[in-house]
């Protein structure tokens, strides 16, 4: 098991690099340079920005050195928890993700369970009941999940919210219950305004759980050792739980890989229409104004984060499945 | 198979002629007779061919142009059509109406003038046009004509600055719909190439175009569209954005087509007619080319059909939060801007009418896509 984690880690590695250096062209991409701005928005704000200021800044960020070496500046800085500054919010961007990121990783993580809890049982009920209402339903929500982007969803299910129950679903907590210190009422307050994102970031997950598991378990069903086990006399649960589920519920851990990346990016969206305070406003705002370090920053710690969830359900995977752990091919 | 002296077990005359047909259809033919099983699929595809038509006929379909402004008519909810004029069966007509401001809430309220009935006809005269800058015309689909004080047909409502929100939505289509297209040629291109490359030869170029491909699926794929796109330059040409956005998104969206490729290649290297073709000094181009690409051909059209709709979805995302295309230029995401705040879709709810072209065409997409998927295969059952 050791030897397999120790693998893996290895292998991301390479990936981190390539995030990084992804992360890097972002930031250096837009025209004009960042020193540039800050120093119009000093002189702005009224204070006097003299050439040994100017030089001081652009040391401090390599700006006078060619591209390669600003990478590794950045890259080591990035290492010491430095990300550069966000000139929009006049506060380091260390500080902003430190506040940020893990209410979007709440959500995405959050909205996986949501999506699981909604999927396992629809899935397991369209395999065992092929072509029933159920498995039409299941159906139908998988490809509603594949078709319609969640902030088209958001935007529909808000209207809904606002206009038949009568909730504004905007933001984490209810302006009145933001400055409200932690309480039992402000806990059920945001726990009412994590219900939609949720459900809407989660559907993307739904749909492809559905069918994957779906078909597994199909697969499953039609093997020998479902017969000999109903022949020894088990009861249709026992016989399901026990076995085939326990095989068909394998693709929920490694599908995360695949599906983590996308509920990320679709939270970004869906709190960009529901105003959440995560990651989504901001990466918006700081991408308009081209606060190049905030957009570098985000993505890098995104991207990261995806790819740490990957590998988290690998293991997990590697766990539940010893085929995998020593390196054959599940095949 | 008329000599009784081979025995047929239980099949009549039909069933041999079905048998013989399967025996000398070609691949395409039985593709197709696996898809055309697929009823929904079949729906499907007609709609698109409906929706891609109309797209390309927008100026005939809608009533009005996609800049054509009414004054005195922003923020109109979608206009009432009636049926019965004073008692009596007159066929679909509206009214003209007259825009009144509520003394409460200051919202625009539309009082209908019954006295004027106005009917809807097809093929009428309005604005005249230019149709793809080829055929000149003033007749379109629906309409009340432009006879003087014929109060105008919103279908799906105006926005806030009395532009009807039914003709740009067809007018949209143009741009959203082409999106995919461009982009599939994009995609074919790299993923095929890359594919092909790390598939055939193998070794230490497969292993880096593999990382490459790992590293682009297991990354969150919106904040990096967000950060490239707003680095396009705001005072480009709706041409040169449009072009950039395909980029963007093809970008990503061609490692599903690579990893086909290189599956269906790596199987496909090991068969025998490869290694006859070989022997007889076929070049690797020759053998890629026409022996093998041949043999994974509908394989490569499904995974296409499934990289639609995420371009259509990506476009119409970046256009909405305001990244994308820009106004003047019409996508359904430009059309989406203006409903990206709950208080104006609170009072406005008919702003959100083209989020349905978004899901609809998505929906056909995956419904094709799936039709697609069974009968890529034709060989099994």
């Given amino acids: ?331 | 198979m008329s000599t009784p002296s081979i025995p047929m077990p239980s099949t009549g005359p039909a069933a041999v002629e079905k048998e013989d047909r399967t025996f000398y259809a070609t691949q395409w033919q039985l593709i197709w007779w696996k898809f055309r099983k697929h009823k929904l699929a079949v729906v499907s595809s007609v709609l698109l061919v409906l929706l891609y038509l109309s797209a390309i006929v927008a100026d005939f379909v809608a009533p009005y142009g996609a800049q054509q402004r009414f004054e005195g008519q922003q923020q109109q909810p979608p206009t009432v059509i009636y049926w019965m004029h004073k008692g009596s069966f007159y066929g679909p007509h509206v009214y003209p109406t007259k825009r009144k401001s509520d003394p409460k809430t200051f919202k625009f309220i539309f009082m209908p003038d019954e006295s004027k009935p106005m009917p809807i006809r097809f093929f009428v005269r309005g604005e005249p046009y230019q149709m793809l800058g080829l055929i000149k015309s003033d007749i379109h689909l629906i309409g009340t004509g432009n006879e003087k004080g014929a109060p105008p047909l919103f279908l799906f409502g105006t926005d806030r600055l009395g532009r009807d929100i039914f003709s740009r939505s067809f007018f949209a289509s143009r741009i959203s719909l082409s999106i995919p297209f461009l982009g599939i040629i994009l995609t074919f291109i790299i993923g095929l190439t890359l594919g092909g490359i790390s598939g055939y030869f193998g070794g230490i170029l497969d292993e880096i175009i593999q990382r490459i491909i790992d590293f682009i699926q297991s990354v969150p794929t919106i904040p990096l569209w967000i950060a490239l796109a707003s680095a396009l330059p705001r005072e480009w040409s709706t041409e040169k954005t449009f072009l950039a956005i395909t980029v963007i998104l093809s970008i990503v969206g061609w490692t599903g087509l690579a990893r086909v490729t290189r599956g269906k290649l790596l199987q496909l290297r090991e068969e025998d007619y490869t290694l006859a073709a070989q022997c007889a000094g076929a070049s690797e181009a020759r053998i890629i080319f026409r022996h093998l690409l041949p043999g994974f051909t509908s394989h490569l059209i499904v995974s296409l059909t499934n990289a639609v709709p995420a371009s259509i979805l990506g476009e119409t995302a970046l256009s909405f939060i305001g990244l994308g295309m820009q106004p003047p230029a019409v996508s359904w995401g430009v059309l989406l801007q203006d409903a990206q705040n709950l208080v104006a879709i609170a009072q406005q709810p008919w702003l959100m009418i083209p989020s349905l072209f978004v899901i609809l065409t998505g929906l056909l997409f995956s419904f094709i896509g799936d039709g697609l998927r069974d009968a890529a295969d034709p060989y099994t059952r």
């Fill in chain 1, 1 to 331: 098991m050791l030897a397999f984690i120790v693998r893996r880690l290895i292998t991301i590695i390479p990936l981190l690099i390539l995030i990084s250096i992804v992360s890097f062209i972002v930031i250096e991409l837009p025209p004009g340079d960042w020193v540039e701005t800050r120093v119009q928005q000093l002189k702005l704000a009224g204070a006097t920005v003299d050439d040994t200021e100017i030089q001081r800044l652009n040391s401090q960020y390599g700006l006078d050195k060619p591209a390669y070496q600003r990478y590794f500046r950045w890259v080591t800085n990035m290492l010491q928890g430095d990300f550069g500054y966000s000139f929009q919010w006049n506060q380091p961007v260390s500080e902003i993700l430190i506040e940020r990121v893990p209410r979007t990783m709440l959500i995405a993580v959050l909205s996986l369970i949501v999506s699981w809890l909604i999927s396992t049982p629809i899935g397991i009920l369209s395999a065992i009941k092929q072509y029933s209402w159920i498995d039409y339903l299941g159906t139908f929500i998988s490809f509603i999940g594949l078709a319609t982007p969640g902030f088209l969803l958001a935007l529909i299910l808000a209207y809904g919210a606002l206009n038949i129950l009568g909730f504004s679903p905007l933001g984490l907590n209810s302006i009145e219950m933001i400055d409200a210190p932690m309480s039992i009422a402000k806990l059920v307050d945001l726990a009412k305004h994590l219900v939609l994102p949720l459900i809407i970031v989660g559907l993307t997950g739904t749909g492809v759980t559905i069918r994957v598991l779906r078909a597994n378990l199909l697969d499953e069903l039609k093997k020998q050792y479902v017969i000999t086990a109903r022949a020894k006399g088990l009861t249709e649960y026992q016989l399901l739980m026990k076995y085939p589920v326990r095989m068909a519920i394998n693709p929920l851990i490694s599908t995360i890989g695949g599906i983590l990346p996308a509920l990320i990016g679709g939270e970004q969206l869906v709190s960009i229409v529901l105003s959440l305070d995560t990651t989504g406003p901001v990466l918006l705002r700081a991408a308009i104004a081209q606060d190049t370090y905030l957009v570098g920053g985000i993505v890098m710690i995104l991207s990261t984060l995806a790819l740490f969830g990957s590998l988290l359900s690998d293991i997990a995977l590697a766990s539940m499945d010893p085929r995998i752990r020593f390196g054959g091919t599940s095949k």
